[in-house]
C-alpha cells in the first residue's frame, strides 16, 4: 500500500529510469519496425507510455478516462523522445497536487468495481513495466542488446552469488 504520493512519485520515477534505459537505445531506424502485422512499433510504444501515464494520471486526480491510451501518428524519433519527457514532467506535477489522503479513496476502474486510487497508481507502474519489456524485445529481435534491468546479466549475478555463497 502506497503511503504518500511523494513515495509513489519516486518509485515511478526509477520505473520510469529503467523504461529509459530501453528508450535510449531505439534508433531511427527500427523505431517504426513491427515484428509482425499489428504488433507495437518501438516508437508506438514510446507514445503510448506518455499516453498511459495521461490516462492513469487524469484517473486519479480528475476521476475521469481519457483516450490518451492511443499513440496517435508516427513521429520521428526525437518527437517521440520529447513526447515521453513532456508528458512525465506534466503529469508527475499533477500528480504531486493531489493529497496523500486521496491514495485510499476508491474510484470506478474500466469494469465498473471499485479500487482504490493507490492500487490504479500500482497498475500504472505494472503497465509502464509490460510495455518496456514489449520495447526490450523489440531491440533484441533487431538485434540490439536490450538494457539489463540492474546493469547485470543473469550469469553475472549467478557469479556473485556463488562468490557471496550462502
Known amino acids: 500500500m502506497l503511503a504518500s504520493v511523494a513515495d509513489f512519485v519516486r518509485y515511478f520515477d526509477g520505473i520510469r529510469r529503467r523504461t529509459w534505459a530501453a528508450v535510449d537505445r531505439v534508433t531511427q531506424g527500427i523505431l517504426e519496425w513491427r515484428p509482425w502485422p499489428g504488433a507495437l512499433s518501438c516508437g508506438a510504444i514510446i507514445r503510448h507510455l506518455a499516453g498511459a501515464e495521461r490516462f492513469f494520471v487524469t484517473k486519479v486526480v480528475e476521476g475521469?478516462?481519457?483516450?490518451?491510451?492511443?499513440?496517435?501518428?508516427?513521429?520521428?524519433?526525437?518527437?517521440?523522445?520529447?513526447?515521453?519527457?513532456?508528458?512525465h514532467e506534466d503529469?508527475?506535477?499533477?500528480?504531486q497536487t493531489m493529497p496523500d489522503a486521496r491514495l485510499h479513496e476508491h474510484v470506478k476502474d474500466l469494469a465498473g468495481f471499485d479500487v482504490s486510487v493507490w492500487r490504479l497508481l500500482m497498475a500504472m507502474a505494472e503497465h509502464e513495466i509490460h510495455h518496456r519489456s514489449q520495447l526490450s524485445s523489440r531491440l533484441s529481435a533487431a538485434g540490439i542488446d536490450?538494457?539489463?534491468?540492474?546493469?547485470?546479466?543473469?550469469?553475472?549475478v549467478i557469479a556473485r552469488a556463488r562468490a557471496v555463497g550462502p
Open 91 to 95: 503529469e508527475t506535477a499533477r500528480l
Open 146 to 156: 536490450a538494457p539489463q534491468l540492474f546493469g547485470y546479466r543473469m550469469e553475472e
Open 64 to 87: 475521469r478516462w481519457t483516450d490518451a491510451l492511443d499513440p496517435g501518428p508516427n513521429l520521428d524519433l526525437a518527437a517521440s523522445r520529447a513526447l515521453l519527457v513532456r508528458a
